[in-house]
């Protein structure tokens, strides 16, 4: 068989064993890395012996570059430098004192308990520093972990690769040349990370002028145009300082990301369908090409190494990083175990254990072997655990407290006091001054700003709220507000109160309509203002479940009754106008009472005083009860009569 079909045979057989793994992974709901780890084996020469990498040769190094070259840029246009910000100083120390403490945990428990020379456990320490973005990403997605949590994550797997890459080339360069003077080490270290960084900030502002004046490109043109770019600046930067290409990568992405670009989104999905053919090759190839017996002749020494890298390194990691951040203990927890380690440790272990073997020097396999071990144990242990250890400790986006209210009214005053009552953080928008007085008297905080301005929604930490709640007296102004918000920052709830069929209701599903269709919200003011309203509570019981609906929703259609919030398993939410209602929620609603404004205050009602929550009679008693009631009186009387 010629050897040219021979290559061909085997990128045909990667690519589909590559694309069936993530079809796989999507079917079952699993992280596509253990299933691209798992086939890449059994393909391998240790399985079936389907695969070969070796026949590509030195081909197998370009296919690494240029794959991670894609891979890197690909997490780079996924940095939003505003969320980073809110995560800016966990985020540095993960990226650098996090950097320095797994590379000194790592080393010595490689050469403690995995028994390596120090040269070689630094080595391996500096290759598992980084967390892998291509892991992380797909992961999180899965688990639906809440924001914060997922910006520090996706910001520390992407930044750190190119600072972790760097560094371990750096120290084989160390071990190659045998010069071990720290300064000259670190100063390399800085130049390829400035050199990497000042080539890919004019790529990533070059792809981005492209993009807004080169208007005579087809868009699929431009797409190819920024993908020749991106693998330009990368030999450029490779060719001024090895292995600054790296870093390139990462910052045109974060550069081109946030330019404001047009059909950005597009661009991303290209880039997303490139990353995923490229990752998919990677792990099937470097699986395939993993010796089974290297790793288990490295014994217990090294299964200990990697145990103690996750269960001690990470957490001792991110305890030092997120000392004074406002990250509370779950999140801290799920940070300390989540860390899996993907495709830049795998290729870079990969060519590493070439260029030692090449030189000569003992421990490549080895080291290849014990990064793969370290892969297989955080993807398999971490990914697959992820999931059940975020509903465990109830930090999904779902379970995000706190409301961000747009309008300071009576009845947005209201909500916020229950809000506010559960020890959540509210905070809330508006330019009417009219009720400020009334908002600082309850001790919440209010904005005098549009929320239009998303650098107001910033400031008003809506990345880190479970509800966004917009309620001025405009319903169209509420809807656009509450589709911006969606857009940009992807609250978990979103709810306005706007028309039935505003012009562009279809075009978001993210954003429900708040409480009811078509709520007179104006009126309702006035009813609030006047006193001329009763706030109850009531909870659906199993018995007359069906019954309480109906009654409910009666006074709903007669504009008697406005249900605020429903309270299920504890939390507490602003009722929708698709709610599905169950068993066991208790509804907290405003009805309104029309009794004379003299006849109240005759009996003592005050318009200044709070509304209490109480059960009212004109929804607990429900009219098919009074009716049994009378119908078995009647009988009763009966029975009596004719006796």
């Known amino acids: 068989m010629e050897a040219s079909f021979e290559i061909t045979l085997q990128m045909v057989f990667t690519v589909i064993a590559g694309i069936s793994a993530q079809v796989m992974a999507a079917y079952l709901k699993l992280p596509s890395i253990v299933l691209l780890l798992l086939l890449g084996i059994l393909l391998g020469a240790d399985g079936i012996g389907l695969l ?31 969320e980073l910000s809110r995560v800016s100083v966990s985020l540095q120390l993960l990226v650098t004192l996090g950097t320095l403490i797994t590379l000194l945990g790592g080393s010595m428990a490689a050469h403690w308990l995995g028994e390596f020379p120090w040269n070689i456990a630094f080595l391996y320490a500096s290759i598992v520093v980084v967390t892998g973005p291509t892991v992380v990403g797909p992961l999180l997605k899965q688990i639906n972990v809440d924001r914060q949590v997922a910006t520090l994550l996706e910001g520390e797997g992407v930044l750190i690769d190119p600072v972790g890459a760097i560094l371990a080339y750096v120290v084989l360069d160390t071990i190659l040349n045998g010069d071990t003077d720290p300064i000259k080490a670190i100063i390399g270290l800085l130049m390829r990370l400035g050199v990497g960084a000042a080539i890919g900030g004019v790529g990533g502002y070059l792809m981005s002028w492209i993009f807004k004046r080169a208007n005579f490109l087809s868009f699929e043109l431009k ?37 404001s670009v047009p059909e950005e989104r597009l661009l991303k999905s290209f880039k997303n369908q490139l990353t995923i053919l490229s990752v998919s090759v990677l792990f099937i190839l470097l699986a395939a090409d993993l010796s089974i017996a290297s790793v288990l002749a490295l014994g217990w020494g090294s299964l200990f190494t990697v145990l103690v890298l996750m ?51 003992n421990g490549g396999d080895a080291i290849k072997a014990l990064v793969f071990l370290t892969i297989m144990m955080t993807v398999f242990c971490q990914g697959l655990t992820a999931g059940w250890l975020v509903k465990w400790l109830r930090i999904t986006s779902k379970d995000a407290t706190g409301a961000l209210i747009v309008g300071c009214n009576p009845l947005s005053l209201l909500i916020a006091r229950f809000f506010q009552e559960r020890g959540e953080s509210v905070i809330m928008i508006d330019t009417d001054s009219q009720y400020f007085a009334q908002a600082e008297a309850q001790n919440l905080r209010v904005i005098a700003s549009s929320a239009l301005d998303a650098t107001v929604l910033e400031e008003a930490g809506i990345a880190s709220m479970g509800t966004f709640l917009a309620m001025t007296n405009n319903g169209e102004v509420n809807f656009v507000l509450a589709q911006r918000a969606a857009e940009e920052f992807s609250p978990p709830r979103v709810l306005a109160v706007f028309p039935r069929d ?90 309104h009472d029309s009794r004379p404004n003299l006849l109240k205050r005759l009996s003592g009602a005050s318009q200044s005083t709070p509304l209490s929550l109480e059960k009212l009679a004109e929804v607990e008693e429900l009219p098919t009860a009074k009716l049994s009631q009378l119908s078995a009186s009647d009988v009763s009387a009966n029975e009596l009569s004719s006796n």
């Open 223 to 259: 797409n190819l145009v920024v993908l020749a770019v991106l693998w330009g600046l990368f030999t450029l930067a490779q060719t001024v300082r090895s292995e600054s290409g790296i870093m390139t990568t990462v910052v045109a992405g974060a550069v081109f990301a946030n330019s």
């Open 52 to 82: 070969h990498p070796h026949i590509l040769g030195t081909g197998v190094e370009v296919i690494v570059s240029l794959a991670t070259a894609i891979i890197l840029f690909e997490g780079g246009l996924k940095l939003d430098l505003r």
């Open 502 to 591: 505003p012009q562009s209701s279809n075009s978001n599903s993210k954003v429900d309509q708040a409480f009811v269709s078509d709520l007179p919200i104006k009126t309702w003011h006035e009813y609030l203002n006047d006193g001329r309203v009763k706030l109850g509570t009531t909870t659906l019981n199993e018995e007359e479940f069906a019954s309480q609906q109906e009654h409910i929703q009666e006074k709903i259609r007669n504009g008697l009754l406005v249900p605020l919030l429903i309270e299920r398993e504890g939390r507490l939410q602003v009722m929708s106008a698709n709610q599905d209602w169950e068993i066991g929620d208790r509804i907290i609603y405003l009805l």
């Open 311 to 361: 269960f001690v390194v990470r957490p001792i990691n991110v305890l030092l990083c997120t000392w004074n951040s406002n990250l509370n203990w779950r999140q801290k927890l799920f940070l300390s175990w989540v860390a899996p380690r993907g495709i830049v440790s795998a290729s870079v272990a990969s060519l590493f254990a070439i260029s030692l073997t090449q030189r000569g020097v």
